[in-house]
Nanobody
């Protein structure tokens, strides 16, 4: 059974940092794009960042560009999101993974990823 498990969320002051992790199990995602999304209270889920299977390609939402960094460790089947935070980043953060191998779906922020984690809460106090 495929599982994506996020961790690393919590409460932090504005200007602080967190690093989220998403550990995959049940199959390898070393040839698949992965991404992070978030959903704030009362808002729709939104794209945050994505990464190609190799890690050489990344794409960011304008709202997080220059503050967030997505990376991956294929040996650990894990993707990360390093965040320098503002109050407006408060949300539940979700990890997602693609099914297509060696694909370019990571370039499309509206792509519907087939695999999702349960989410981790990030709360930023101002």
């Amino acid at each position: 059974q495929v599982q994506l498990v996020e961790s690393g969320g919590g409460l932090v002051q504005a200007g602080g940092s967190l690093r989220l992790s998403c550990a995959a199990s049940g199959r390898s995602f070393s040839t698949n794009a992965m991404a992070w999304f978030r959903q704030a209270p009362g808002k729709e889920r939104e794209f945050v960042a994505s990464i190609s299977w190799s890690g050489r390609g990344t794409y960011y939402a304008d709202s997080v560009k220059g503050r967030f960094t997505i990376s991956r460790d294929n040996a650990r089947n894990t993707v990360y999101l390093q965040m320098n935070l503002k109050a407006e980043d408060t949300a539940v953060y979700y990890c997602a993974a693609d099914l297509e191998s060696y694909g370019s779906n990571w370039r499309d922020p509206r792509y519907e990823y087939p695999y999702w984690g349960q989410g981790t809460q990030v709360t930023v106090s101002s």
